[in-house]
């Protein structure tokens, strides 16, 4: 990717040395905690070593009403109902309230809607469900803050519910406007900003906690699928669950992901983002988006290996029959935009696609363009869609702006669900490029480094201590370097389209690699400036330091 501008997060030099010496670290990693906005010895220390301890669920409203009423369920055997989502967010939630509540003796059973025939959220659909069953409580995870209609009806019904979710309530007038339930369980209503960004699994596990906390940390590995999957800041309570849950990724102990690493063909006992992003999270996501995501559930949370190694295989199927379907739509929306892109600031594009997969195109097409992306599909009269927005722009302050046109939306500042007649999308489309002009979204692509730095500063030191930051996701990136008036050596173009050379300054030298980077306009003996991320190299029992390529550029004098 070009950049138009590389910035440079700067630092007081005084306090780095500071930090740098206090906490024993180098001055490069001291650079990117700083950069990272952690200021206090204490705030890094605690960034650096989360525990696990400093996770209070009392800390949020709602809980220990919650304990208590469901407490006198288990007591009086009344039937529970945990109604999850159908994404990997809301199916590790469910799985985890589920599993711990029947180990703990409750009647319990569990729902996951159908994407298409039932749609998002707790619905009259859902209530009728639970009637069927004889449900006298639901649970609700990672939904139910805006679900007044169904939630009144179930009162109506003589069926309690709990909302635990994480999507932001309705405001009115800047007034929250909560539905009324038994209780509401939502870190966004509170003013605390260690558990704001948690995701609805992180919310359904401080349900769990309050519940028995010894028994709710053995689910920590599915806190860190659901989390890392939603996209949520890895920071606060956030860190500290995926930091912890990371290392039971790394080394399972559960048969669903044990079997999860097989089949995405993960050998490394060294985790990293893009084996959570790219392999394990797609697989969870696949039936929701497909098929019906209700055995995704059960998936997780087997202990009989021969149902797990089925239930593996019918997953890995769907993923397939996933990607097939995403390939096929973007291959007609690359035929649409080159007739029909004029550039708008917002992208609007609607289709007779399949619902499950409009998600993940508009999160390629944010990617792509650098702006706002709705995907919809058609279907009787409606248009149900999905949007994305790159950081900076809130997609739910654009959606409020339309609500006239709208018949149901939710979701966050970068991701969101919209639900709209089929003869709005003009008005609607015309709607979000006049709001964006207003918004003013910056085309301009910026390439934030942690630090500048000489090559003679990278060491294998340096790496180890990075390791300390992981692991990296939203709102903790990886950090990225940039070094000056470098000059290449041994250049040369390896396997598809990637650069190999060695980097030289000042009598360092170091080993880089710039993957899809082999159509960049550099030369043998060139002096040029480069941004990238330190890493070692692994190869026939022989470790290297070796410089992962982000961006590279003409020395500007």
Same mark, same amino acid.
């Given at each position: 990717? !070009? ?10 030099q005084?306090? =780095? ?10 001055? @490069?990693?001291?650079?990117? +905690?700083?950069?990272?906005? !952690?200021?206090?010895?204490?705030? +890094?220390?605690?960034?650096?070593? @989360? ?23 288990i ?10 989502d ?6 590790? %939630? ?5 599993d ?18 039932? /749609?998002?959220?707790?619905? *009259?659909?859902?209530?009728?469900? %639970?009637?069927?069953?004889g449900?006298k ?9 805006r ?16 909302? &635990?979710?994480?999507h ?17 369980i ?35 590995? =599915? ?9 949520v800041?890895? &920071?606060?309570?956030?860190? &500290?669950? &995926? ?5 039971l ?9 044990k079997?999860?690493? #097989? ?21 969870? #996501? ?6 019906? $995501? ?23 199927? *769907? ?48 990617d ?10 058609l ?25 006239d !046109?709208?018949?149901?939306?939710? /979701?966050?500042?970068?991701a969101? /669900? ?8 003009? %008005? ?6 006049? =709001? $964006? ?13 942690? %630090?500048?730095? #000489? ?30 008036e470098?000059?290449v ?8 389209n ?9 009598g ?5 690699? /710039? ?12 002096? +040029? ?12 029992g022989?470790?290297?330091?070796? =410089? ?10």
């Open positions: 990717m !070009l950049y138009s501008e590389w910035v440079v997060v700067r630092t007081n005084e306090y =780095l040395q500071y930090v740098s010496k206090t906490l024993d670290i180098t001055l @490069p990693t001291a650079q990117v +905690i700083l950069s990272r906005g !952690l200021k206090s010895i204490e705030q +890094i220390y605690s960034f650096l070593n @989360p525990h696990i301890d400093s996770i209070d669920p009392f800390d949020i409203s709602g809980v220990y009403e919650a304990v208590s009423i469901i407490k006198e369920a007591k009086s055997e009344s039937k529970i109902l945990i109604h999850g159908y994404d990997a967010d809301g199916l590790t %939630a469910t799985a985890i309230l589920y711990i509540l029947y180990r703990k003796g409750a009647r319990v059973f569990y729902h996951i809607p159908h994407r298409i025939e039932h /749609g998002y959220g707790l619905t *009259l659909n859902s209530i009728e469900v %639970a009637k069927g069953l449900i409580l639901i649970i609700t995870v990672d939904c139910g803050i679900d007044f209609e169904a939630i009144e009806y179930a009162s109506k019904e003589g069926i309690g519910v709990i909302i &635990t979710d994480h932001e309530p309705l405001r009115i007038k800047e007034e929250l406007v909560i539905p009324r339930a038994l209780s509401v939502n870190p966004k209503i509170d003013d605390n900003v260690n558990y704001k960004y948690l995701a609805g699994v992180g919310v359904a596990l401080l349900l769990a906690m309050a519940l028995d906390r010894e028994m709710a940390l053995e689910y920590i590995d =599915l806190v860190t699928l659901g989390t890392y999957a939603d996209m800041p890895l &920071t606060y309570a956030n860190r &500290t669950l &995926t930091k912890h849950g990371w290392r990724i790394e080394s399972p102990l559960r048969n669903s992901i079997m999860l690493k #097989n089949i995405a063909g993960i050998n490394s006992n060294s985790l990293k983002g893009f084996h959570l992003s790219y392999c394990l999270i797609p697989r969870i #996501n696949a039936p929701g988006r497909i098929d019906d $995501a209700r055995d995704v559930v059960k998936f997780l949370i087997s202990e009989d290996e021969a149902e797990v190694e089925s239930l593996s295989k019918w997953i890995n199927q *769907l993923n397939t029959l996933r990607q097939k379907t995403e390939e096929r739509i973007m291959t007609e929306i690359e035929e649409k935009l080159l007739r029909e892109f004029n550039d708008d600031p917002v992208i609007v594009l609607w289709g007779e696609w399949h619902p499950g997969v409009v998600g993940t195109v508009a999160s390629k097409l944010t792509r363009f650098n702006r706002p992306a709705f995907v919809f599909s279907h009787e009269g409606k248009a149900k869609g999905s949007a994305r927005s790159p950081s900076g722009i809130d997609l739910q302050e654009m959606l409020n702006g339309c609500k !046109l709208l018949i149901r939306f939710g /979701g966050h500042k970068q969101a /669900g919209v639900t709209l007649s089929h003869d709005n999308l003009q %008005a609607f489309r015309d709607r979000l490029c006049q =709001l $964006a002009r207003d918004i003013s979204v910056e085309d301009k692509s910026i390439l934030f480094l942690d %630090a500048a730095v #000489n090559l003679s500063e990278i060491t294998e030191k340096v790496v180890e201590e990075l390791n300390l930051l992981e692991p990296f996701g939203e709102g903790n990136r990886e950090p990225i370097f940039g070094a000056k470098l000059t050596v041994n250049l040369r173009k390896v396997g598809s990637h650069l190999k050379m060695f980097l030289r300054q000042n360092s030298t170091i080993s880089a690699i /710039g993957f899809d980077m082999g159509d960049a306009q550099i030369l043998e003996g060139a002096l +040029i400036d480069a941004a990238f991320t330190p890493s070692i190299n692994e190869w026939e022989n470790k290297n330091l070796q =410089l992962q390529l982000k961006a590279l550029r003409r020395t500007q004098r």
